[in-house]
């Protein structure tokens, strides 16, 4: 994964709209999806999904 620092890499976003942030190679496709904090905090401590998170509704990509 290429990282670049945040400042820069915000100001070349699009400033409206819905867009998706990825990378991608030859072998993968790399997608950023942000989740409320409580949510990646859960997963962080344990290793996977669950408290706050819903396996009930889809996230389209």
Known sequence: MKLKNY????AIWP???RHILAQF???SI???QAF???IAEYA????AFGG???FTRMSWV
Do not use: F, M, T
Not at 7 to 10: P, R
Not at 44 to 47: D, M, R, T, V
């Open 7 to 10: 400042k820069e890499q915000h």
């Open 15 to 17: 400033q409206s709209g």
């Open 25 to 27: 190679d030859d072998e």
């Open 30 to 32: 790399i997608v950023y």
């Open 36 to 38: 409320r904090p409580e």
């Open 44 to 47: 962080l401590k344990n290793q």
């Open 52 to 54: 706050a998170y819903s």
